[in-house]
């Protein structure tokens, strides 16, 4: 199933109940079931997405981006069958979140990962990390920003 990275204007009419339910965890994290996702109006169009285990004080904080609008032609596929457990039916109903990494010095070298960001469904609010089926056409580490200063090879790759 193609998903559609874009933004909806009822995206914006919901109140800020931005819990997310992550049943297996997110890739290295498998223990922290529940997420929170923090919109900043002065950071837009990055978002904190707070992680917390249940029954305990022990917080994570990732930046995430909602893609559409932001990386150009990024048109993420997911397997029917990681559909299917979501229950999303509709491409509509994913929101699709990639984690950002950026450099303590050095934020103009800001990356995405697009190959395994986090598929939610709008509905249900309960998301998965999965490798897109469409990974080959996308990098775990894609600028987010064209760095002048490095090397040709670097940009193209």
């Known amino acids: 199933m193609k998903v559609l990275p874009e933004l909806y204007p009822t995206?914006?009419?919901?109140?800020?109940?931005n819990e997310i339910l992550l049943p297996q965890g997110i890739i290295g994290f498998g223990s922290y079931k529940r997420a929170e996702l923090l919109y900043l109006p002065d950071h837009l169009p990055f978002l904190w997405m707070k992680l917390g285990q249940p029954?305990?004080?022990?917080?994570?904080?990732?930046?995430?981006?909602?893609?559409?609008g932001i990386v150009p032609g990024y048109?993420?596929?997911?397997?029917?069958?990681?559909?299917?457990?979501l229950g999303i039916q509709d491409?509509?109903?994913?929101?699709?979140?990639?984690?950002?990494?950026?450099?303590?010095?050095?934020?103009?070298?800001?990356?995405?990962n697009l190959i395994g960001p986090l598929v939610v469904n709008r509905r249900?609010?309960?998301?998965?990390?999965?490798?897109?089926?469409?990974?080959?056409?996308?990098?775990?580490?894609?600028?987010?920003?064209?760095?002048?200063?490095?090397p040709v090879y670097a940009r193209t790759a």
């Open 124 to 150: 249900t609010r309960t998301g998965r990390q999965l490798v897109i089926s469409n990974y080959s056409r996308y990098s775990a580490h894609h600028p987010l920003a064209e760095n002048a200063q490095a």
């Open 11 to 17: 995206d914006f009419d919901a109140p800020p109940a």
């Open 75 to 85: 048109e993420p596929e997911i397997f029917d069958e990681d559909a299917l457990q």
């Open 55 to 68: 029954n305990s004080a022990d917080l994570l904080h990732f930046i995430v981006i909602e893609p559409g």
């Open 91 to 112: 491409p509509t109903e994913a929101m699709i979140l990639n984690i950002v990494t950026l450099k303590r010095q050095q934020p103009v070298e800001a990356t995405v």
